[in-house]
T-cell receptor, first 114, second 117 residues
Framework: QQQVKQSPQSLIVQKGGISIINCAYE??????FPWYQQFPGKGPALLIA?????SEKKEGRFTISFNKSAKQFSLHIMDSQPGDSATYFC?????????????FGQGTTLQVKP | EPEVTQTPSHQVTQMGQEVILRCVPI?????FYWYRQILGQKVEFLVS????????KSEIFDDQFSVERPDGSNFTLKIRSTKLEDSAMYFC???????????????FGPGTRLTVT
């Protein structure tokens, strides 16, 4: 119930292409869904986040699509660049728990080829 | 830009020894967290801390672990008797007050790599 399942485990995309990473959850109490980007040797950094009252959120080249009925959400990276090469984690949290605990997916290693 | 800092960046210790990992959260933040990431695996929640007490802890956070905010700036994670399986990257994070209907961001530090031999 507390798990967040993420796919694919790794992804190779050509420069300029679209990268798509998918996540699924089971706990309907989750109400905050962030995506974190992690470069080697660094801590995760928030990329973009969504609440379940909207189906899509866009920030620059990054878009989250959210399907509440399917309990799925995805990250789309448009015009992927070599600098986007990193590990991406989806996560989920329950605001009502009032602790802020993040449950992370397994991570996706993205490689953008020049 | 304010950031979370952690020391040391790498700690090597022998099995059975005590270690203390240190973190300085962002100064006006109220919620503090420890997560760990075993090499090549996902980030796992350990504990959250608010108002000078633990607000939630995971199954991983057993009696060997403890957290403390000894002063107004530091937040520490202590492992009393380290095991080989404690080898991981430990991340500290902090966040501001939750605001109803809003998103909140957890800011992560760069991590401490703990190696237990």
């Amino acid at each position: 119930q507390q798990q967040v399942k993420q796919s694919p485990q790794s992804l190779i995309v050509q420069k300029g292409g679209i990268s798509i990473i998918n996540c699924a959850y089971e706990n309907t109490a989750f109400d905050y869904f962030p995506w974190y980007q992690q470069f080697p040797g660094k801590g995760p950094a928030l990329l973009i986040a969504i609440r379940p009252d909207v189906s899509e959120k866009k920030e620059g080249r990054f878009t989250i699509s959210f399907n509440k009925s399917a309990k799925q959400f995805s990250l789309h990276i448009m015009d992927s660049q070599p600098g986007d090469s990193a590990t991406y984690f989806c996560a989920a949290s329950s605001y009502s728990s009032n602790t802020g605990k993040l449950i992370f997916g397994q991570g996706t290693t993205l490689q953008v080829k020049p | 830009e304010p950031e979370v800092t952690q020391t040391p960046s790498h700690q090597v210790t022998q099995m059975g020894q005590e270690v203390i990992l240190r973190c300085v959260p962002i100064s006006n933040h109220l919620y503090f967290y420890w997560y760990r990431q075993i090499l090549g695996q996902k980030v796992e929640f350990l504990v959250s801390f608010y108002n000078n007490e633990i607000s939630e802890k995971s199954e991983i956070f057993d009696d060997q672990f403890s957290v403390e905010r000894p002063d107004g700036s530091n937040f520490t994670l202590k492992i009393r008797s380290t095991k080989l399986e404690d080898s991981a990257m430990y991340f500290c994070a902090s966040s501001d007050e939750f605001v109803a209907g809003d998103s909140y961001e957890q800011y992560f530090g760069p991590g401490t790599r703990l190696t237990v031999t």
